[in-house]
């Protein structure tokens, strides 16, 4: 399993968006992920504190590589999320982890909590994520 989750590692860091964004992805067990982020301020909207779709970002992708860690042969697709905004942040690396809190056949709930660096949560979220019918074979970045 580990091969797998060091693939998703790879893919994740070749998506075209990453190259702006520059996230770092760890997935150290099946179901968990890790995701950190350095705030720059090309970030910021005019209040110069980091945009709500940077949080968003990053633990989307948390809880949606959870996901994906339980799944090795398909791409996963985030269903819905849902997000609470609790703490603006301006500088330094944001740490979001994502859990898989509960599974079916077809449907992967995954928790997420964003920090800043001192440990403070700055936010939170939880999502429902399927596999698609994309396979991760198919996928030239999944190697």
């Known amino acids: 399993m580990s091969e797998h989750f060091r693939r998703l590692e790879r893919m994740y860091a070749a998506a075209p968006i990453n190259q702006y964004f520059a996230p770092r992805l760890h997935i150290p067990e099946a179901g968990v992920a890790e995701l950190r982020l350095t705030i720059r301020p090309d970030f910021h909207h005019a ?8 949080y968003f970002k990053v633990l989307d992708d948390a809880t949606f590589f959870a996901a994906n860690s339980l799944v090795e042969d398909m791409f996963v697709v985030t269903v819905s999320f849902n997000i609470y905004l609790t703490r603006p942040v301006s500088e330094g690396e944001i740490v979001g982890r994502g859990r898989v809190v509960s599974r079916s056949k ?3 709930l995954a928790e997420g909590v964003l920090e800043d660096e001192r440990g403070r949560e700055i936010a939170r979220g939880s999502g429902a994520f399927m596999p698609s019918t994309m396979s991760l074979a198919e ?3 999944y190697r």
């Open 139 to 141: 996928l030239s970045a």
């Open 106 to 108: 077809r449907l992967y």
């Open 47 to 54: 209040a110069r504190a980091a945009h709500g779709a940077v």
